[in-house]
């Protein structure tokens, strides 16, 4: 079975500042995605970042950004010059490419202070 | 285009009696799934679906909750004889095949 571990519930960060969020997953799987979700205080869940496995290149996305690491099965997140606005929670997941099936993470809470 | 649709927003319920929730997924999606999440916690996977089978119910809490799916559009989550630890937010999610799942906005259950 896959599991997704996020070790920091909670952490605090000044604005403009760099923060990395970490996740580590646990698979046999060869071929899979890796995403990082947003939820902010409105519930709804937004895409932040997607990774396929097969490619080595770490994913960006504006301030938005991966370092993947297949072998030690690590995908963290970091977020640069960071916004009030970044602060959610932010959740990591793991989706089985031959059946689609997701699972999350616990999740962190990820605060940017002003 | 309209996104994944989940009614309805919000729910209370007495104990012990049945709920049904509904979701929407964006058109031609063929994965669905359903995620509970208590209060400041993450996301619980209860069920998908790909079509209208379930190859996945393994997250179902009990015998109280079902949920079915017609082709590849409505699904519908039911939980019999509710209880008060079912009081969640329940989120629903659509995928094509290969592709990150898009989330509706979910339905906050209350139990009282």
């Known amino acids: 079975a896959q599991t997704v571990t996020q070790s920091q519930p909670e952490m605090s960060v000044q604005e403009a500042e760099t923060v990395t969020l970490s996740c580590t997953y646990d698979t046999s799987e060869s071929n899979y995605y890796l995403f990082w979700y947003k939820q902010p205080p409105s519930r709804q869940m937004i895409l932040v970042i997607r990774?396929?496995?097969?490619?080595?290149q770490n994913a960006t996305e504006n301030r938005f950004s991966v370092n993947f690491q297949k072998a030690a099965k690590s995908f963290s997140l970091k977020i640069s010059d960071s916004q009030l606005g970044d602060t959610a929670m932010y959740f990591c997941a793991f989706m089985r490419s031959r059946d689609d099936k997701i699972i999350f993470g616990k999740g962190t809470r990820l605060h940017i202070l002003p | 285009g309209a996104g994944v649709s989940q009614s309805p927003s919000n729910k209370v319920t007495e104990k012990g009696k049945d709920v049904e929730l509904r979701c929407d997924p964006i058109?031609?999606?063929?994965?669905l799934y359903w995620y509970r999440q208590r209060l400041g916690q993450g996301l619980e996977f209860l069920i998908y679906f790909q079509g209208n089978s379930a190859p996945d119910k393994s997250g179902l809490p009990s015998d109280r909750f079902s949920a079915e799916r017609t082709g590849e559009s409505v699904s519908t989550l039911t939980i019999q004889r509710t209880q008060q630890e079912d009081s969640a937010v329940y989120l629903c999610?659509?995928?094509?095949?290969?592709?990150?799942?898009?989330f509706g906005q979910g339905t906050r259950l209350t139990v009282v």
């Open positions: 990774q396929e496995a097969y490619k080595q």
């Open positions: 058109s031609g999606h063929t994965a």
């Open positions: 999610a659509s995928s094509p095949m290969g592709s990150e799942a898009f």
